[in-house]
C-alpha cells in the first residue's frame, strides 16, 4: 500500500494536522487485516474505492461506511480492504475537529460515524466537490476550500488547544495539574472540557502520546526496552508493557515483529510535535 501524507493550507494549520492518501490496487485476497492503533487524534475519512471492512471477534467482519468520522481510540482496530483502496483522509489536532463540527467528541469515541449522519451537507459538498477533480491534489484542494469556508464561520476558544498543544510538544510528559493551573480550571474542569472538544481527558492523551513515543524511540536506539521506557516517560518497563497491553493489544515484541508497514505509518513515527506543517511521506 502507497501511504502520502500532505501539509494543510495555513488557514488550516490549527485545526488539521495533515491530510494522508492510502492507494493500492492489490485485491484483498493478498492484503492481511491492518492493526491500527491509537493516536490521539479524530479524523475525517473519504473513501473513492472499495469499502473496508473492520475485523472483529470470532472472524465477524463489519463493512465501514464510505465516507466517515473516526473519533478518539482507545484500543486498537483490524481493518482491511475488500477492494481497490482510495482512501483521502483528514487528521485534525487534539480539539481540532471540535470547532469545525460542533458535537461532543466523547459520543465518537472508539465509534466509526458515518459522516453523513452528523455533517450531511459538508458530506455532500465534499463528495461533490472531490468526484469533480481528477487528481489526487486538486481532491486536497477541493476539500480545503470547503474545510476553509467552514473555519471562518465558526467560533474558536484557543486555549483548550494550547493546552493540546503543549501535550502533544511535550510527547505527553506533561503534569494535568500543572495544566489546569495554567488554564485557571480544577482538574474536574479540564478532564470535562477535554471529554467535550478532544474526545478523551487530558490524562488518557499524555498515556497515548507517551506510548507513540514508543516508536520513535526504538528507531533511534537499540538500548533495549528499560532504557526505552524510561527516555519515553515510563516509570519502569512493567508500564511499558501494561499499555501495548492496553492500546495495542499486543507484547512490544509481538507487535514490532509482526507490525506492517501501514502499522508503522500509523504509529506516527513522522508526526511533528508543533502543530505546524507536515513533511509530505510515502510508505510502499
Known amino acids: 500500500m502507497d501511504y ?8 488550516l494549520a490549527r485545526f488539521v494536522e495533515c491530510f494522508w492518501s492510502l492507494q493500492s490496487d492489490r485485491g484483498p485476497e493478498s492484503v492481511q487485516p491492518e492493526r491500527i492503533l491509537p493516536y490521539g487524534c479524530v479524523e475525517l475519512i473519504l473513501n473513492f474505492g472499495a469499502r473496508f471492512q473492520e475485523h472483529k471477534e470470532n472472524d465477524q467482519r463489519e463493512d465501514q461506511p464510505l465516507n466517515y468520522m473516526v473519533g478518539q481510540m482507545t484500543r486498537p482496530i483490524l481493518i482491511g480492504p475488500t477492494g481497490s483502496v482510495r482512501l483521502l483522509g483528514i487528521r485534525f489536532h487534539p480539539g481540532g475537529a471540535f470547532p469545525l463540527f460542533r458535537i461532543p467528541m466523547h459520543e465518537l469515541t472508539n465509534q466509526v460515524v458515518d459522516l453523513a449522519a452528523i455533517a450531511g ?16 491534489r486538486l481532491k486536497i484542494k477541493a476539500v480545503e476550500e470547503l474545510l476553509v469556508d467552514r473555519v471562518r464561520s465558526c467560533k474558536h476558544d484557543s486555549w483548550l488547544a494550547g493546552l493540546a498543544k503543549r501535550i ?117
Not at 502520502?4 to 488557514?11: H, L, N, Q, S, V
Not at 451537507?121 to 489526487?136: F, H, I, N, P, Y
Not at 495495542?248 to 504509529?267: C, G, R, Y
Request: proline share 4%.
Open 4 to 11: 502520502r501524507e500532505f501539509p494543510p493550507t495555513p488557514a
Open 168 to 284: 502533544v510538544q511535550c510527547g505527553g510528559q506533561v503534569s494535568v495539574d500543572s495544566l489546569a493551573t495554567e488554564a485557571g480550571v480544577s482538574s474536574r474542569q479540564l478532564e470535562r472540557r477535554f471529554l467535550r472538544e478532544v474526545g478523551i481527558g487530558p490524562k488518557l492523551l499524555c498515556r497515548l502520546l507517551r506510548f507513540q513515543q514508543i516508536f520513535r524511540a526504538i528507531d533511534r536506539n537499540d538500548s533495549g526496552w528499560a532504557v526505552t521506557a524510561a527516555e519515553c516517560g515510563y516509570y519502569d518497563q512493567a508500564h511499558l508493557i501494561r499499555d501495548f497491553q492496553e492500546f495495542a493489544w499486543q507484547t512490544p515484541s509481538m507487535l514490532l515483529e509482526h507490525s506492517s508497514a501501514l502499522t508503522h505509518s500509523f504509529t506516527r513515527k513522522n508526526r511533528r510535535s508543533d502543530f505546524s506543517n507536515t513533511a509530505e511521506l510515502s510508505t510502499s
Open 121 to 136: 451537507t459538508l458530506e455532500r459538498d465534499l463528495v461533490a466537490g472531490t468526484e469533480a477533480a481528477e487528481s489526487l
